[in-house]
């Protein structure tokens, strides 16, 4: 059984930093993409923030360019979200996603982690 737990949320003012982790546990062959979706209040469906393939190969929404980086470490398939200079409108909770392959012959399959509360106050 595979699992995703994000670490890392929590309540920040604006401008500040915080750093999201994403450990993916379990039986796990391959992971491709690892990423980070949020859904903010009152919004229906989650919004792609970043993600990262296993070669390292990175997209970001528009809204965070220049300010959220993407990182992993395939080794202990984990991946980070570094959130700097963050707005109230960054104000969600934050979903890690990872693409995998729990055994050699399965098919791909999308997991999500649980998560993460991101609050930045004004």
């Known amino acids: 059984q595979v699992q995703l737990v994000e670490s890392g949320g929590g309540l920040v003012q604006a401008g500040g930093s915080l750093r999201l982790s994403c450990v993916a546990s379990?039986?796990?062959?391959?992971?491709?993409?690892m990423g980070w979706y949020r859904q903010a209040p009152g919004n229906d469906e989650r919004e792609l923030v970043a993600?990262?393939?296993?070669?390292?190969?990175?997209n970001f929404a528009d809204s965070v360019k220049g300010r959220f980086t993407i990182s992993r470490d395939n080794a202990k398939n984990t991946v980070y979200l570094q959130m700097n200079s963050l707005k109230p409108e960054d104000t969600a909770v934050y979903y890690c996603?990872?693409?995998?392959?729990?055994?050699?012959?399965?098919?791909?399959?999308?997991?999500w982690g649980q998560g993460t509360q991101v609050t930045v106050s004004s």
């Open positions: 996603n990872a693409n995998l392959v729990a055994y050699r012959g399965n098919p791909w399959r999308d997991y």
């Open positions: 379990g039986s796990i062959f391959r992971i491709d993409v």
């Open positions: 993600r990262i393939t296993d070669s390292s190969v990175t």
